[in-house]
């Protein structure tokens, strides 16, 4: 099983991922009572962190590096966790129970846990190579926007209004930059929320003073001696910039698993496990392609921390003999200005929305309705609906009165 040779390694279970769920399969172990050897490969040179504050209080300045570690650096000696950091994975022998790595190191494992996340989606268009393009994924990426806004980028495009590219929009305004999002759909957020959801967020950052362009797409990336200067939208008009931020969706970072003869078309397959098609192999996290019980167990991907840690802590149960079927409600967050929005549930095939309270006081719940039940909810500023309202779901209601739950008199969890 184990590799042999100058250039080898191996360890009780292998890692692949230093991200949330990486970070969380690690400490589930350990929690679990897992006393053998366990190794994290990452690409990346950090030791875990978080993801969602890249956009948020670390590109603003408000969290240094060190408040965004998953754990202190200290923590994985301690658990006697192997950081092999700085090392992708270029193949897997699945047979023979060893990973190649990108520097030519074979790893060899008794289990592996592919925690490889996502890359995003890049742009296919002339310029997209250009200096000042920014694809908020990662460190580097936030590191590299807030070195130009120090050396003085005040006009920024950001291409895509999902919660990343909103996110990066209202931190670049807090700090005084000229912002204009350009949406190829005809709303924000059309891709994962209503439209009362998506019109009270353009109004929002209208107000702020981003400049919204929807139903636009971008054709070129302009530049001068390398570097952007403007963004050529379809209709032949250029926006001048000093800095453009993508965020147009994301690809499962599962290639070598595809290699290896792992099922999956949109990510990898697991079961309720989060086991793979091959042996000893088991996926979790934003690549890991599931039958959702909350989707009406459709195969669905989850792009969120708590996915990537439910399916680690349900991996090292599974590995310590204490198999649990993975059964957890998704939820989400997004801070965009003095606002918090919190989801609970997935609005996949709903047939009708409920407004609970008023939009004009920025605080209010939309409740997405399926066939006359509840199955998920955005809570703008109203954290009592949100905490209620996860509770009504895993409590998987029945058919409810929408006069009821538009009610803000009557308290969501007077309806479990």
Not at 113 to 142: E, H, M, Q, T
Not at 195 to 211: K, L
Not at 325 to 342: E, G, I, R, T, V
Request: glycine share 12%.
């Amino acid at each position: 099983m184990n590799a042999t040779g100058p250039s080898s390694a191996s360890a009780d279970i292998v890692i692949v991922g230093t991200g949330h769920g990486g970070a969380q399969a690690a400490i589930g172990l350990r929690q679990q009572g897992h006393e053998g050897s366990i190794m994290m490969v990452g690409r990346e040179p950090n030791p875990p962190y978080e993801r969602p504050p890249l956009s948020k209080e670390y590109l603003a300045g408000d969290k240094a590096f060190e408040r965004i570690m998953i754990r202190p650096e200290k923590f994985w000696a301690d658990k006697d966790v192997e950081l092999r950091l700085g090392s992708g994975v270029a193949s897997i022998d699945w047979m023979r129970h060893t990973l190649t790595l990108s520097d030519g190191t074979q790893v060899g494992y008794r289990r592996l846990i592919w925690s490889g996340g996502a890359d995003p989606r890049r742009l296919g268009i002339p310029g997209a190579n250009l200096k000042g393009i920014f694809y908020v994924r990662d460190k580097r990426d936030a590191d590299g926007m807030m070195a130009a806004l120090e050396a003085g980028a005040k006009r920024a495009v950001v291409i895509g209004g999902g919660y990343i590219g909103l996110e990066a929009a209202a931190v670049l305004r807090k700090l005084d930059c000229e912002v204009t999002v350009v949406e190829m759909q005809d709303r924000l957020l059309a891709r994962v929320a209503g439209t009362a959801i998506s019109e009270f967020y353009a109004e929002e950052h209208t107000r702020q003073g981003v400049d919204i362009r929807l139903s636009q797409g971008v054709s070129e990336v302009v530049g001068d001696d390398g570097k952007v200067t403007g963004v050529l939208l379809d209709n032949g008009e250029t926006l001048p910039c000093d800095m453009v931020i993508v965020g147009i969706g994301i690809v499962p970072a599962v290639a070598p698993l595809i290699a290896a003869g792992a099922a999956g078309s949109n990510g990898v397959d697991v079961d309720v496990f989060c086991r793979t098609t091959l042996d000893d192999i088991f996926a979790i996290g934003d690549c890991a392609a599931h039958a959702n019980p909350f989707a009406d167990s459709a195969v669905i991907r989850l792009e969120s921390v708590q996915n990537a840690n439910d399916m680690a802590n349900t991996v090292a149960k599974a590995i310590m003999g204490d198999k649990q079927p993975y059964h957890a409600l998704p939820w989400f967050w997004s801070n965009q200005y003095d606002l918090k929005l919190q989801t609970a549930g997935l609005n996949i095939g709903y047939d009708e929305t409920i407004v609970r309270g008023d939009p004009a006081t920025r605080k209010f719940t939309v409740i997405y309705m399926k066939e006359g039940r509840p199955i998920a909810f955005d809570c703008v500023g109203t954290m009592k609906d949100y905490v209620q309202g996860r509770k009504l779901l895993e409590s998987e209601p029945g058919k409810i009165d929408a006069a009821l739950l538009a009610d803000t008199d009557v308290a969501i969890k007077e309806m479990i």
